[in-house]
């Protein structure tokens, strides 16, 4: 592949950057704002990169784009690029036993508000020269971001089947419980089966979810299909709908208290495992390594 016209690697690396962009987002507009850049910006190293390789990448759909046969064939060779960039910052960042530098850590609205602050508070505390980089999405979408090399580490619901390019940690095993508000019929109804809860509308994660797939896994193969009233990927949402009494839903035990109650269901028991996922061809770097050394003591003692 020829090089951009000015010979500068950082231009080239730019382009790159911005060609990914544009290229997962579909759009210029968001691509700018995703980089911090401006539009203008965005379509300037676009048009580096499309007059250096002698091709157009884009097919410019009103105000959307898509990927021409050439920007089909540069994807996998620019995400590869800047992976390399990536890795050899990396490596030579590891040469030096400071700890400091960037850290991408991307993890889910539930992991950040319940399990991360202690940790990330000791964390800054000791390491004030690392700049961390935290953004929150789904665990499934966290997964991705972390095989495509955009977080070093990924702090989530660890799937059940993990992609092969991804290596996981273990870190906290999270039971799960049903949940009601006080008033609900099952709250007081005793001994309560699996059929005694399908009778009642469910409030559950979105279907793909890894938890989702894990709580269905058990009930559906006892019971069939549930009355789903409402699906939402936030678990807190999840659970103040339960409170104020629109449905049973599956929560973490320590979300259960006060307007939100257990109720025992005989024969199910539920439970997922919260950890770490980070590339497994990616070199750790000394701040991730410390965080992960955090994660683990804070694992070990609740």
Same mark, same amino acid.
Request: charged share 20%; hydrophobic share 45%.
């Given at each position: 592949?020829?090089?951009?016209?000015?010979?500068?690697?950082?231009?080239?690396?730019?382009?790159?950057?911005?060609?990914?962009a544009v290229a997962e987002l579909?759009?210029?507009?968001?691509?700018?704002?995703?980089?911090?850049?401006?539009?203008?910006? /965005?379509?300037?190293?676009?048009?580096?990169?499309? $007059?250096?390789? @002698? !091709?157009?990448?884009? +097919?410019? *759909? &009103?105000?959307?784009?898509?990927?021409?046969?050439?920007?089909?064939?540069?994807?996998?060779?620019?995400?590869?690029?800047?992976?390399?960039?990536?890795?050899?910052?990396?490596?030579?960042?590891?040469?030096?036993?400071?700890?400091?530098?960037?850290?991408?850590?991307?993890?889910?609205?539930?992991?950040?508000?319940?399990?991360?602050?202690?940790?990330?508070?000791?964390?800054?505390?000791?390491?004030?020269?690392?700049?961390?980089?935290?953004?929150?999405?789904?665990?499934?979408?966290?997964?991705?971001?972390?095989?495509?090399?955009?977080?070093?580490?990924?702090?989530?619901?660890?799937?059940?089947?993990?992609?092969?390019?991804?290596?996981?940690?273990?870190?906290?095993?999270?039971?799960?419980? /049903?949940?009601?508000?006080?008033?609900?019929?099952? $709250?007081?109804? @005793? !001994?309560?089966?699996? +059929?005694? *809860? &399908?009778?009642?509308?469910a409030i559950l994660p979105a279907?793909?979810?890894?938890?989702?797939?894990?709580?269905?896994?058990?009930?559906?193969?006892?019971?069939?299909?549930?009355?789903?009233?409402?699906?939402?990927?936030?678990?807190?949402?999840?659970?103040?709908?339960?409170?104020?009494?629109?449905?049973?839903?599956?929560?973490?035990?320590?979300?259960?208290?006060?307007?939100?109650?257990?109720?025992?269901?005989?024969?199910?028991?539920?439970?997922?495992?919260?950890?770490?996922?980070?590339?497994?061809?990616?070199?750790?770097?000394?701040?991730?390594?410390?965080?992960?050394?955090?994660?683990?003591?804070?694992?070990?003692?609740?």
């Amino acid at each position: 592949m020829e090089s951009i016209p000015q010979g500068n690697t950082k231009v080239e690396i730019q382009a790159y950057a911005a060609f990914l962009a544009v290229a997962e987002l579909a759009s210029f507009s968001l691509a700018a704002e995703r980089l911090h850049l401006t539009q203008p910006a /965005i379509s300037k190293r676009i048009a580096q990169l499309e $007059a250096a390789l @002698g !091709a157009s990448l884009f +097919d410019r *759909l &009103g105000r959307r784009v898509a990927l021409t046969e050439a920007g089909r064939a540069l994807r996998p060779v620019a995400e590869r690029i800047l992976r390399d960039v990536r890795e050899t910052r990396q490596v030579i960042a590891n040469l030096s036993t400071e700890i400091g530098g960037p850290l991408s850590v991307v993890t889910s609205h539930h992991i950040g508000l319940r399990r991360l602050p202690p940790v990330l508070r000791d964390y800054t505390r000791h390491h004030p020269r690392v700049r961390l980089d935290l953004a929150f999405m789904d665990s499934e979408q966290a997964c991705q971001a972390v095989e495509r090399g955009e977080f070093e580490l990924g702090i989530v619901t660890l799937p059940l089947r993990p992609a092969p390019a991804l290596a996981i940690t273990p870190l906290w095993d999270d039971p799960l419980v /049903i949940a009601v508000a006080p008033d609900h019929p099952l $709250a007081t109804q @005793g !001994a309560v089966t699996l +059929d005694d *809860l &399908g009778q009642h509308p469910a409030i559950l994660p979105a279907v793909g979810t890894y938890t989702r797939t894990i709580i269905e896994a058990t009930i559906l193969q006892r019971h069939g299909a549930l009355d789903v009233i409402l699906e939402t990927n936030y678990l807190e949402t999840l659970r103040t709908m339960v409170a104020i009494g629109l449905g049973w839903s599956a929560l973490p035990r320590q979300m259960v208290r006060g307007d939100v109650v257990e109720v025992p269901v005989e024969g199910l028991a539920i439970r997922r495992t919260l950890g770490i996922v980070r590339h497994a061809g990616r070199t750790v770097s000394h701040a991730a390594g410390a965080l992960m050394d955090l994660l683990g003591e804070a694992a070990d003692h609740p």
